[in-house]
């Protein structure tokens, strides 16, 4: 993209700093908006959803929608630079007139108006057109609930405007001929410090997501047909992952019908994924991605043409909704585990119709702090088994993305799970059960120790653990053991020497990676088939008993 990353950042940061106050102090003076905001923190805490007092509670939601005027406006400008909607908000040249002259024309028809309802009106605008209600729904979308004041809006139309006077062009333009949307993930990661804590947000590498579906995504494809393969990122973010799933799945599609309406074919791939999150403005971000990667696929360069893709993204508590699934075959038998509550910006129709299906792939990058609020704490730790101690919250999600694999995603054949997530579990006592009791009930296929490899933003030792939704098919689990880290940090992290041991020795049980260094063999990554029965070793007996340690001579 054109605008310089770091730039944009710390100008919309400075941007989200002025709304943020604005909106707290908002919440404060305007009785309605204290009224309804109590009400549904009040109904939170009755659906054990929140266990903050009301202030912290409120301070969080003010942060959210500032965030969502921010990126909102990020969405306009983007789509107007790029020629799919008119000018309304900044543009270069003609295009910039043109947006002024439109605010002009909506204050000359509504003279008692100002730069804060220009801007609802600019969002109601994109989101009527088709596909544009992905990002501006007003059901959920806090803008519509959370309105700056007329001052601060004006600030940020200015913002927009700005022109660099080194240059004399906008400070920030977005016109970019590959619509790549990556960046927006990247944006709204940074944008927001008490958010980036909150939702522990951290972006997935595109190596490692391409690694994680080729190992579970392109499996699917070559075992099933084609209309049976479905995927969920039940913690999906931005939607790395689901733009991967997207791109392959429409491949398929134009593979096996050529001559068919492409329009039709995107709608078919779109329908087979799916994405929850906890993270509105991750949601939001996801949606808009898809949406473009839709339109650029079927070359439609308009955002009112049709047609209105249909999505399947939607922002809740993956451990917390859902219809009850009995837990498949593995459980309890249905006990009542998941809530029928939703905060504003929640769709509980959406988001529980998306997770109470099953999937033929179960992907994602699940959050690996421990959860702050109480009242969570206790309410996840009565859903899952798996959760002990204090625990973090790649236990409970392992779980779900199991229970969300389908048993049977066509003729039999077991769905695909695969995720990146913390290792913790293996070396600290909260993951007992999860190590114990819930494995051993799953075919856990790959236990992949990535803690060596340098994967960019993840300062937390990390594993890759695959499977599949079905009884334990054998004794054995391919492990990866890391020996030696990175020597330093590579300039391509793809292309680091422990990751690239692990994508070369996956498949060769039994492997030890060796590289030269003048008389010093450095020794990366051992491959091995650990045969454990119950998926523990039947020599653990005497062995060093620490959770996730495997006794030595127990491999291929």
């Given at each position: ?16 700093d ?13 009785p ?19 266990g ?9 939601q003010?942060?959210q ?5 921010v ?5 306009v400008?983007?789509?107007e ?30 003279p008692t108006?100002?730069?804060r ?22 059901r959920?979308?806090?803008?519509f ?8 809006a004006k ?5 927009w ?11 920030h ?5 590959a ?15 008490g958010?980036r ?6 972006q997935t590498p595109?190596?490692?997501?391409e ?21 969920i ?16 799945l429409?491949?398929?599609w134009e593979a ?15 329908d ?10 991750a ?6 991605r ?6 650029r ?8 043409r ?14 917390l ?8 075959a ?20 959406e ?6 299906r099953r ?42 993305f199991?229970?969300?694999a ?10 695909w799970?695969g ?15 999860l ?11 790959h ?9 960019p ?10 499977g ?18 990175e ?30 260094r ?22 653990r ?8 340690r495997?006794?030595?001579g127990c491999?291929?």
């Amino acid at each position: 993209m054109p605008v310089a990353q770091t730039s944009l950042l710390a100008d919309c940061q400075k941007q989200l700093d002025l709304l943020e106050a604005d909106l707290k102090a908002q919440a404060e003076a305007l009785p309605d908006l204290d009224a309804s905001l109590r009400a549904e923190w009040a109904a939170a805490r009755a659906a054990q959803r929140v266990g903050d007092v009301f202030e912290i509670w409120r301070g969080e939601q003010a942060t959210q929608a500032a965030v969502h005027w921010v990126l909102g406006t990020v969405f306009v400008r983007f789509l107007e630079d790029n020629g799919l909607v008119d000018p309304v908000l900044a543009g270069e040249g003609d295009r910039g007139r043109l947006a002024e002259a439109a605010e002009q024309a909506f204050y000359a028809a509504r003279p008692t108006l100002h730069e804060r309802d220009w801007l609802l009106h600019v969002f109601r605008r994109v989101g009527g057109l088709p596909g544009g209600a992905a990002r501006f729904d007003e059901r959920h979308n806090p803008v519509f609930r959370w309105t700056p004041s007329p001052d601060a809006a004006k600030a940020l139309v200015r913002f927009w405007r700005r022109v660099d006077p080194a240059t004399g062009a906008l400070a920030h333009d977005f016109a970019d001929p590959a619509w790549e949307t990556r960046w927006v993930g990247d944006l709204y990661q940074d944008l927001s410090e008490g958010a980036r804590k909150k939702y522990a947000l951290l972006q997935t590498p595109v190596f490692v997501e391409e690694f994680i579906l080729d190992r579970t995504l392109g499996e699917a494809l070559q075992a099933l047909p084609l209309p049976a393969v479905t995927l969920i990122d039940p913690t999906c973010g931005s939607g790395h992952f689901l733009l991967g799933a997207f791109a392959r799945l429409l491949a398929a599609w134009e593979a096996r019908e050529p001559g068919a309406p492409r329009e039709a074919l995107a709608q078919r791939a779109l329908d087979q994924v799916a994405g929850v999150d906890l993270n509105p403005f991750a949601v939001a971000i996801a949606r808009f991605r898809l949406l473009v990667a839709a339109l650029r696929a079927c070359e439609v360069m308009r955002l009112e043409r049709p047609p209105g893709f249909r999505l399947h993204v939607a922002v809740g508590d993956t451990l917390l909704h859902g219809d009850e699934p009995g837990r498949l075959a593995l459980g309890d038998g249905g006990r009542g585990r998941y809530v029928r509550h939703a905060f504003a910006d929640e769709d509980l129709a959406e988001v529980t119709a998306i997770l109470s299906r099953r999937y033929a792939v179960v992907v994602g990058n699940p959050p690996y702090i421990t959860p702050k609020d109480a009242a969570l704490r206790v309410a996840y730790k009565q859903r899952y088994d798996s959760c002990h101690m204090k625990y973090a919250l790649s236990v409970p999600f392992v779980e779900r993305f199991w229970e969300l694999a389908a048993a049977d995603a066509g003729g039999g054949v077991a769905g695909w799970v695969g995720q990146i997530t913390a290792n913790s579990f293996m070396k600290r006592e909260f993951g007992k059960r999860l190590i114990e009791e819930f494995f051993p009930r799953v075919d856990l296929t790959h236990v992949l120790d990535t803690a060596g490899a340098y994967i960019p933003g993840h300062g937390t030792p990390t594993v890759l653990l695959f499977g599949r939704q079905r009884r334990p098919a054998s004794d054995v689990v391919r492990a990866a053991l890391g020996i030696q880290g990175e020597p330093g940090t590579p300039a391509d992290p793809a292309r680091g020497e422990v990751w690239s041991a692990i994508v070369a020795q996956v498949d060769a049980p039994g492997s030890e990676s060796v590289r030269e260094r003048g008389r010093r063999a450095a020794r990366r990554v051992r491959v091995a088939s650990l045969v454990v029965g119950r998926r523990w070793c039947e020599r653990r007996e005497g062995a060093d008993r620490g959770i996730g340690r495997y006794p030595r001579g127990c491999d291929c």
